[in-house]
């Protein structure tokens, strides 16, 4: 009943940009935290940024000053803006959301994934 939609992925070359979307849909009683993780081939996901109801973010420090993460809590979207992209960005990038569904605790809900690809 809940759903987490993202869009923005693609190939971009060496130092472009992208920015990625995902919007949250469904039967949510609250929106907490939200945020993106990513999976590139051979490793483990790994946490890129996260931030709070309130605005507060936290970083990965391999993309502190490059990527920044923001929301719109009317929108129910997280949105991740990547500038100065490396290959070693290359990766499957996946959103999550801590949503309260109905009468329910709340609980991580993940998006689909989108492939975001950086090469020449």
């Known amino acids: 009943q809940v759903q987490l939609v993202e869009s923005g992925g693609g190939l971009v070359q060496p130092g472009g940009s992208l920015r990625l979307s995902c919007a949250a849909s469904?039967?949510?009683?609250?929106?907490?935290?939200m945020g993106w993780y990513r999976q590139a081939p051979g490793k483990q996901r790994e946490l890129v940024a996260s931030?709070?109801?309130?605005?507060?973010?936290n970083y990965a420090d391999f993309v502190k000053g490059r990527f920044t993460i923001s929301r719109d809590n009317a929108k129910k979207t997280v949105y991740l803006q990547m500038n100065s992209l490396k290959p070693e960005d290359t990766a499957v990038y996946y959103c999550?959301?801590?949503?309260?569904?109905?009468?329910?605790?709340?609980?991580?809900?993940w998006g689909q994934g989108t492939q975001v690809t950086v090469s020449s």
């Open positions: 931030i709070s109801t309130g605005g507060s973010t």
């Open positions: 469904g039967r949510i009683s609250s929106l907490n935290a």
């Open positions: 999550y959301a801590n949503i309260k569904s109905g009468w329910g605790p709340a609980r991580d809900y």
